[in-house]
């Protein structure tokens, strides 16, 4: 029995290209997950990286998530890009019932100062979505040679959230590049909030407090791509006030999107 209490704001269904990674239909998901502590699993399809077909994507993921659906809480791909994007952002709110949509700018090939972004914000907060940023998939060094995908460059970031109110954006995987000062600099928005899934140091979850505070940070696994009790092992070595810990554990996401919708 895990001695945590577990809201898991990165997760995927859905098969990496590759390599291989562990089984991740929707029943494998929750075993995996629940026997570390995971209580609700915010959960993407990795086929919105990937296919043009959207639309399939989302359509798949909701299917996997009603099996689940108090473990579940689907975050809908949506490509700002293609020809009629705001369709499928209403079909993840109205049709599939998502609670959030995923962007995933290096994937998709544009960046967070494209107009197209910026508006993709704003329908979706008008909707009282969550918006998650897939800032990167894996270490660089990782990656296929003929398929390489720059992680997101946010340094304008805080200029395009700013005439967007209420907007609540989650930066999925930012800590691999993300530098402390620019951390910082999102943070005092109000409007970001970040994943831990690949936050590296001893320690760096308390580090990350003091530089940032504790109410923008969030636990996620990044699975199947990395392994989950890395994650976990952040908040156990910690020697932040248990309080704090369970806050990033479980709170901050609870208060970001509670566990019934409005």
């Not at 029943?27 to 990795?46: D, I, M, N, Q, S």
Request: aromatic share 8%.
């Amino acid at each position: 029995m895990s001695d945590w209490s577990l809201v898991d704001v990165n997760a995927w269904l859905g098969h990496w290209p590759f390599r291989q990674t562990p089984d991740t239909s929707g029943p494998a998901l929750v075993r995996k997950l629940t026997g570390l502590g995971v209580e609700r699993a915010w959960v993407g399809h990795l086929a919105g990286l990937f296919d043009r077909d959207i639309e399939g994507g989302n359509r798949r993921l909701a299917a996997e998530c009603r099996g689940e659906p108090a473990f579940f809480v689907p975050f809908g791909t949506v490509h700002p890009l293609l020809p009629d994007w705001s369709e499928d952002l209403r079909r993840c709110h109205e049709v599939h019932g998502c609670r959030g949509i995923r962007l995933a700018p290096g994937f998709h090939g544009y960046d967070v100062a494209a107009p197209e972004f910026a508006e993709c914000l704003r329908q979706a907060t008008s909707r009282g979505l969550v918006v998650q940023v897939v800032c990167g998939m894996e270490d660089e060094r990782t990656q296929n040679p003929q398929f390489r995908v720059p992680f997101v460059d946010l340094k304008r970031l805080s200029e395009v959230l700013g005439p967007i109110a209420n907007v609540r954006l989650v930066l999925l995987n930012a800590f691999r590049k993300l530098a402390p000062a620019l951390a910082a600099e999102l943070a005092g928005t109000g409007k970001v909030w970040f994943d831990l899934a690949m936050l590296e140091g001893v320690d760096r979850v308390g580090q990350l407090v003091q530089e940032v505070g504790p109410r923008p940070l969030l636990w996620g696994s990044h699975f199947p791509l990395f392994v989950p009790e890395s994650a976990q092992l952040k908040l156990t070595e910690s020697e932040l006030p248990r309080p704090i810990l369970e806050t990033i554990a479980r709170g901050n996401a609870e208060a970001l999107l509670p566990a019934k919708a409005p």
